[in-house]
């Protein structure tokens, strides 16, 4: 089994929701999604981020569920930015935020995903700004 490396997203400020480009994992049976936080500014109210599939190439796509999720800490994100305790899991978001994050990791496990995948995020507040790059080991 070897291992392929990938980014998802280069580091930059986020002021707005969006999405990072679309990456080829034909043929990648599991994949680990690393977001890295290093900076945040204004007042970020909601922060989230999860991985899409895509099954036909990347016109139609699709939340994908997480098999885990871990915040620094070895913590859960849990929901609505709760510590989680480790039981809500198959769960949609990588990062689940109600503040801005200046220096926080997050990581997550996938098996199940289309041909197609990219990094999305839902980004809310007073002139949000926050910092984050996303990067994917994937295992053929």
């Not at 500014?41 to 939340?63: K, P, Q, R």
């Not at 995903?113 to 910092?131: E, Y």
């Amino acid at each position: 089994m070897s291992a392929i490396q990938f980014d998802l997203l280069a580091s930059a400020a986020q002021t707005a929701s969006g999405n990072g480009a679309t990456v080829d994992v034909s043929g990648i049976k599991e994949l680990l999604v690393f977001v890295d936080a290093t900076a945040t500014s204004g007042t970020v109210t909601e922060w989230d981020a999860w991985l899409e599939s895509s099954n036909d190439g990347g016109s139609s796509w699709f939340e994908v569920l997480a098999d885990s999720v871990f915040k620094n800490g070895g913590t859960d994100p849990g929901p609505a930015g709760e510590a989680g305790t480790g039981n809500q899991l198959p769960m949609r978001d990588i990062v689940n935020e109600t503040a801005g994050q200046a220096a926080s990791k997050y990581v997550a496990k996938y098996s199940v995903f289309g041909n197609k995948v990219r990094l999305r995020w839902s980004l809310a507040g007073t002139t949000p700004s926050q910092t984050f790059s996303g990067k994917a080991v994937g295992k053929n």
